[in-house]
């Protein structure tokens, strides 16, 4: 079956801009996940959704940030006025259900580059 | 200090060797312990999972946890150039982290024929 697809697979932007990033999960998995790849930071925990619900933001680096998930499906990760420390590789991963025993399944990325 | 320290590398080694990645973690809490390939541009891809201590193998692979001492290590025999990726160790903790991973930086392997 079809994994996690993200879109869009790369993305130039200008600093200040704003960018929207698409995470579609494993038909089924009620659980969503964003984390960040940077050449410094590694790979680092922003967010995570059970069904729409987010209860713990504080993973994500400043206020600029944003995610929501709609229907149970669909995530977007917002970024407001982008700056250059966040450019960075943006993946996804869902599982069946929450917790530690759940496989998280991660899409492509998307390889975000701030001017 | 980073709670999960992974050696970086690079690791190169000749194809059929023995290769033996590690990390150390801090947090006590860490029951569930993976180890992801990620080939370049594409998203990580569990290898290996295991719950609490033990050894666990999986064809050429074989993992190891040692929850006394913090240590978690990945052993790949008969390495293969299929093998050259980078591999990350993440763990995750239970009751209410909800199944956040934390990752280690992840050891570049280079296996050459």
């Known amino acids: 079956g079809a994994g996690v697809s993200q879109s869009p697979s790369n993305k130039v932007t200008e600093k200040g801009k704003d960018v929207e990033l698409r995470c579609d999960p494993i038909s089924g998995h009620t659980a969503l996940y964003w984390y960040r790849q940077s050449l410094g930071q590694g790979l680092e925990f922003l967010i995570y959704f059970q069904g729409n619900s987010a209860p713990d933001k504080s993973g994500l680096p400043s206020d600029r940030f944003s995610a929501e998930r709609t229907g149970g499906s669909v995530s977007t990760l917002t970024i407001q006025r982008t700056q250059q420390e966040d450019s960075a590789v943006y993946l996804c991963?869902?599982?069946?259900?929450?917790?530690?025993?759940?496989?998280?399944?991660f899409g492509p990325g998307t390889r975000l580059t701030v001017l | 200090q980073k709670e999960v320290e992974q050696d970086p590398g690079p690791l190169s080694v000749p194809e059929g060797a023995i290769v033996s990645l590690n990390c150390t973690y801090s947090n006590s809490a860490f029951q569930y312990f993976m180890w992801y390939r990620q080939y370049s541009r594409k998203g990580p891809e569990l290898l290996m999972y295991t719950y609490s201590s033990g050894n666990k193998e999986d064809g050429r692979f074989t993992a190891q946890v040692d929850k006394s001492s913090k240590y978690i290590s990945l052993f790949i025999r008969d390495s293969q150039p299929s093998d050259s990726a980078t591999y990350l160790c993440?763990?995750?903790?239970?009751?209410?982290?909800?199944?956040?991973?934390?990752f280690g930086q992840g050891t570049i392997l280079t296996v050459h024929p």
């Open positions: 991963a869902s599982s069946l259900g929450l917790g530690g025993r759940n496989e998280q399944f």
């Open positions: 993440a763990m995750s903790a239970s009751g209410t982290s909800y199944g956040k991973l934390t």
